[in-house]
């Protein structure tokens, strides 16, 4: 069973940066595509990058030139390297693994930036 768990989030003024870090556990696979999404309050859960086995990443409109999302060779770990944080950007993020019929996410984490 995959497990995931976010870390990283926190408060960061408008302008700075911060990693996430997402740490996969129980069978990841290297042709999953992995990938953030963020959802904030009183809003649908949205995309914000992915990456797949092959490397191939893709990012939300809002966050091209900003965001950058990485892994590890071994698929242990994917990171979501934010720059140029925007109030806007304030939302829980989440973690997702997807492989065929197999779809996990992670708890969550906070991110807060503020003005």
């Known amino acids: 069973q995959v497990q995931l768990e976010e870390s990283g989030g926190g408060l960061v003024q408008a302008g700075g940066s911060l990693k996430l870090t997402c740490s996969g556990s129980?069978?990841?696979?290297?042709?999953?595509?992995m990938g953030w999404y963020r959802q904030a309050p009183g809003k649908q859960r949205e995309l914000v990058a992915t990456i797949t086995g092959h490397y191939a990443r893709n990012y939300t409109e809002s966050v091209k030139g900003r965001f950058i999302i990485s892994r590890t060779t071994n698929w242990s770990a994917i990171f979501l390297q934010m720059n140029n944080l925007k109030p806007e950007d304030t939302a829980v993020y989440y973690c997702?693994?997807?492989?065929?019929?197999?779809?996990?996410w992670g708890q969550g984490t906070q991110v807060t930036v503020s003005s």
């Open positions: 997702n693994y997807k492989r065929l019929t197999v779809e996990a």
């Open positions: 129980g069978g990841i696979s290297s042709l999953s595509t």
